[in-house]
């Protein structure tokens, strides 16, 4: 059973910067995708960023050049370092694993059968 917990959210003011932390027990093999998801309120779910077991990376347009994926293998841990965040950014922040992702779909969120229980993160202005 793959269980994905989440931590590192909060509020912070616009500019600020937080780190998200999710960490995977259970084996989701070799070939796994890890995706970070959000929703705001009255919104529906969006991919923010994906990286694959091999590291290959993914993002959405929206936080392109702010936000970065990264992985700990060792720890079965990935991050979203989150920059320069603006106010549009506030929402409730999922993590997310399965285990194979297609290219052409790691942002989508039918592509996860794994997710976590989400952090809060509120960007104020």
């Known amino acids: 059973q793959v269980q994905l917990v989440e931590s590192g959210g909060g509020s912070v003011q616009a500019g600020g910067s937080l780190r998200l932390s999710c960490t995977a027990s259970?084996?989701?093999?070799?070939?796994?995708?890890m995706g970070w998801f959000r929703q705001a309120p009255g919104k529906e779910r969006e991919g923010v960023a994906a990286?694959?077991?091999?590291?290959?990376?993914y993002y959405a347009d929206s936080v392109k050049g702010r936000f970065t994926i990264s992985q700990d293998n060792a720890k079965n841990t990935f991050y979203l370092q989150m920059n320069s965040l603006k106010p549009e950014d506030t929402a409730m922040y999922y993590c997310a694993a399965d285990t194979f992702c297609l290219r052409a779909s790691v942002l989508r969120q039918e592509e996860y059968n794994y997710w976590g229980q989400g952090t809060q993160v509120t960007v104020s202005s």
């Open positions: 259970g084996y989701i093999g070799s070939r796994r995708c």
């Open positions: 990286i694959t077991f091999g590291g290959s990376t």
